[in-house]
């Protein structure tokens, strides 16, 4: 293993010119991080931009880094602690029972058939036997693809068709705030809806729905486990290119892009911001909310954290059930030091008693990352006054698979900064550019976030089965350059810190003055009554665009009355007019319970947008809460 380099010898400045001018010799270092059965030949290849590929004739295996690695040294140290408040289940899994598991349900995956590149389509509730399956899949070189357990059939064929997977797997059923979602009906319905048939279905019971097996397709886990409890399955030693997984984006903008990643990359990769950015240390806890269907849950709740030795708590539930205090619960009881959330949860929890963030001992806890959303400042402050732990925004896309703006506390104590994610991370060669010239934009000037090839190890290869799409979608829209948008809108200040602004699409332009979404919602979400709010730019005659904003608050009795709400709206519009100038003003401020959000927690701007321009919305499947946009509908009269 080569020495890796760390905080004594660099700062994040010199850490990160390093990584993009010594790219080769940066990355080589940061392989050192990870088991290799053979040395790779060539760091990267970049012979056919804007397609990378790294550590080239290097073997490894994911599976092999994440659990068996650890057997000689930490074989009875908790690996997988599974929580359910759903289910009312508590149970830890050390190395050693995690790599029976996990090598028992390869036996099971290649008893159905299932070889080297085969996909298989992983459609399951947050239980242990899903983590079993994606680091199986792993073990035996198979593609796992992670369809959300939420996700109805419609959604589920679409995936079932790109992926043409040889085996499902999943479960009779997962339960969300007490009440069931049985999975099996809408898993047959998008089978049946799919033209790709898969030759084999496992099926987990867990007792809490009916299950109608089709013979000859389906297959039972505990009669398999059964069958194959004392099988060996060696690891099959993967190139370091091979494809580990595919998986959707959140479809916030659009039909969801279907990822993929390699192997030998993204371990490095995931070892090394365990190291660098999320400082986790072997025999530790971490405890990230996501769920497995996100990218956050494949890289922060199962292979980052195991990669890095640590053990890692798989949450079935909800942050409010059985009451506001059960993630804190769960941080003092199991020695958290480091945890992973998302803005929105957070918002969650704003809505409840703050006293809940002081009743449990969380001094475990040296720092909570979030990310997936912005975090408006007063939601930071919010949380990290509460809590009295450091809180670190950290940006990145399904397509990176891990952080490209934080600060990497490994490296140099950076300072952070309210409404900041930080700083590029090392290996990303991230500018602003002129959305319309491609010139690159100097500090304070608002542009385009975009990353200039290669793209460092952990990210996309290409979009599943579809060269031609990666290259047009993420490659084709900067004028005059070769370089990857992230399609997000944001600006760097003269102290290289970048604030994300909203979606590109999320511009409003309104009388020639060009506003992010991000701004105005910022401002608004400023007002003490305020929980959450999205702001959307609307076709307006006069103007160009308008603002209009959806407000969600604390509490909803405070605008129950039409006076109330009329005089809340005046106020929300002088802290705008205050703080960003009246040109900023939203047009009308409506008052919901809710907002339209992705099954991952993030709003649907451009759907609230159609609906209040009149327009048909479009595709729906991602959504979580349909009557939330009801609910937009009825504010604006747009029924
Ligand atoms: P789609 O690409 O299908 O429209 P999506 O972009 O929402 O969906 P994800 O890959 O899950 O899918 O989300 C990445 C996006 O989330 C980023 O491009 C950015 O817009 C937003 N995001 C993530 N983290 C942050 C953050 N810390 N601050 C601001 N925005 C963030
Ligand atoms: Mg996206």
Redesign the pocket.
């Known amino acids: 293993m080569t020495a890796v380099a760390n905080s004594s010898s660099s700062t994040l400045a010199d850490f990160h010119r390093r990584s993009i001018e010594d790219r080769e010799g940066f990355w080589r270092e940061q392989a050192g991080l990870i088991d290799w059965h053979r040395p790779f030949d060539q760091v990267l290849d970049y012979s056919k931009p804007p397609f990378a590929r790294w550590f080239l004739g290097g073997e490894t295996n994911l599976c092999h880094n994440a659990v068996d690695r650890h057997l000689s040294t930490q074989a009875n140290q908790p690996a997988l602690i599974f929580v359910s408040t759903e289910t009312d289940q508590e149970r830890t899994y050390t190395f050693a029972q995690l790599h029976r598991e996990v090598v028992r349900m390869a036996a099971i995956i290649q008893s159905l058939g299932v070889v080297r590149g085969d996909r298989v389509l992983i459609y399951m509730p947050m239980i242990p036997e899903a983590a079993f399956a994606m680091l199986a899949c792993a073990r035996i070189g198979a593609i796992h693809s992670v369809v959300f357990g939420g996700f109805a059939s419609h959604s589920l064929a679409s995936r079932i068709d790109d992926a043409s997977p040889k085996l499902i797997i999943s479960a009779d059923a997962g339960s969300r705030g007490g009440k069931v979602v049985p999975y099996k009906g809408l898993l047959d319905e998008g089978i049946a809806l799919a033209s790709s048939k898969p030759a084999a279905v496992l099926m987990v019971n867990r007792g809490l729905a009916p299950l109608e097996r089709v013979p000859g397709r389906d297959h039972d886990y505990a009669a398999l486990r059964e069958r194959f409890f004392e099988a060996e399955v060696p690891v099959t030693w993967l190139e370091s290119n091979e494809v580990s997984y595919t998986l959707y984006?959140?479809?916030?903008?659009?039909r969801?892009?279907g990822v993929q990643r390699d192997v030998g990359g993204y371990a490095v990769a995931l070892a090394a911001s365990m190291r660098h950015i999320f400082c986790g240390n072997p025999g530790e806890t971490y405890f990230c909310t996501s769920d497995i269907g996100?990218?956050v849950g494949h890289s922060y709740i199962i292979y980052g954290p195991l990669i890095a030795g640590m053990a890692t708590i798989l949450y079935e539930g909800l942050p409010i059930r059985p009451d506001a205090g059960i993630l804190w619960r769960l941080v003092e009881k199991y020695r958290v030091t480091v945890m992973f959330s998302a803005p929105t949860a957070v918002r969650v929890l704003k809505k409840q008693d703050p006293s809940w963030l002081t009743r449990y001992d969380t001094r475990s806890l040296r720092a909570l990352f979030l990310?997936?959303?912005?975090?408006d400042e007063p939601t930071a402050r919010w949380i990290s006054e509460g809590l009295g732990r450091p809180i670190l925004?950290?940006?990145?896309?399904?397509?990176t698979g891990w952080p490209i703006l934080t600060v990497a506390h490994g490296i140099e104590k950076t300072p952070t900064r309210f409404g900041s994610?930080g700083m590029p991370m090392y290996g990303y060669d991230l500018k602003l550019l002129h959305e319309q010239t491609g010139e690159e934009l100097g500090a304070n000037e608002k542009g385009v976030v975009a990353i200039v090839p290669p793209l460092p190890p952990g990210c996309m290869q290409t979009v599943w089965g579809d060269d031609v799409r990666f290259v047009n979608t993420y490659f084709s829209s900067i004028p005059g350059k070769l370089a990857y948008s992230?399609?997000?809108w944001g600006i760097r200040d003269a102290d290289g810190y970048y604030f994300?602004l909203g979606?590109t699409d999320d511009v409003i332009n309104v009388a020639g003055h060009r506003l992010g979404t991000r701004e105005i919602e910022e401002s608004i979400s400023s007002h003490p009554a305020v929980a959450e709010c999205a702001v959307v730019g609307v076709a307006d005659t006069l103007k160009g665009q308008v603002a209009m904003a959806f407000t969600v608050l604390k509490d909803s009795g405070m605008a129950s009355s039409p006076e109330s709400a009329m005089a809340l709206e005046g106020d929300i519009m002088a802290v705008v007019d205050r703080q960003l100038g009246a040109v900023a003003r939203p047009a009308r401020v409506f008052f919901v319970n809710g907002l339209p959000k992705?099954r991952?927690g993030?709003v649907l701007r451009r759907t609230i947008q159609a609906v209040c321009e009149g327009r048909d919305p479009g595709d729906l499947t991602t959504i979580d809460d349909p009557s939330a946009l009801e609910q937009v509908r009825g504010v604006t009269g747009k029924r």
């Open positions: 984006t959140s479809g916030t903008t659009g969801p892009k996100w990218v990310a997936g959303e912005p975090l925004d950290n940006y990145w896309q399904t397509e994610p992230t399609f997000d994300i979606r992705t991952s993030k």
